[in-house]
């Protein structure tokens, strides 16, 4: 079975930091655009960020750019957002998702999506 797997969230402080971990098993992630995605009790689902499938390029929303840093491991067949700086208006529901086309497809276009982690950011 395919499938993503995130992992890593939790409580936090403002201005402190959180690692998320997204696992694929049942594929390869060597020829996926991988994107994490975040959704707010309330809000709409929002596009934070994306690495190209050769890892050599990454944007990130501006929410979040210059606090957030992502990155991929393929020979662990994994990706990884850095969060720091955390404020309160990053407690959401964390999604990975993984597309074959492009890093700017609509989020209906992903090819695989994983459950979520939760990050609280709370003093």
């Known amino acids: 079975q395919s499938q993503l797997v995130e992992s890593g969230g939790g409580l936090a402080q403002p201005g402190g930091s959180l690692r998320l971990s997204c696992a694929a098993s049942?594929?390869?992630?060597?020829?996926?655009?991988m994107l994490w995605f975040r959704q707010a009790p309330g809000k709409e689902r929002e596009r934070i960020s994306c690495?190209?499938?050769?890892?050599?390029?990454?944007n990130y929303a501006d929410s979040v750019q210059g606090r957030f840093t992502m990155s991929r491991d393929n020979a662990k067949n994994a990706v990884y957002l850095q969060m720091d700086s955390l404020k309160p208006e990053d407690t959401a529901v964390y999604f990975c998702a993984a597309s074959r086309s492009s890093c700017y497809v609509p989020a209906t276009s992903m090819n695989y999506w994983g459950k979520g982690t939760l990050v609280t950011v709370s003093s």
């Open positions: 690495v190209n499938s050769a890892g050599s390029m990454t």
């Open positions: 049942g594929f390869t992630l060597d020829y996926y655009h």
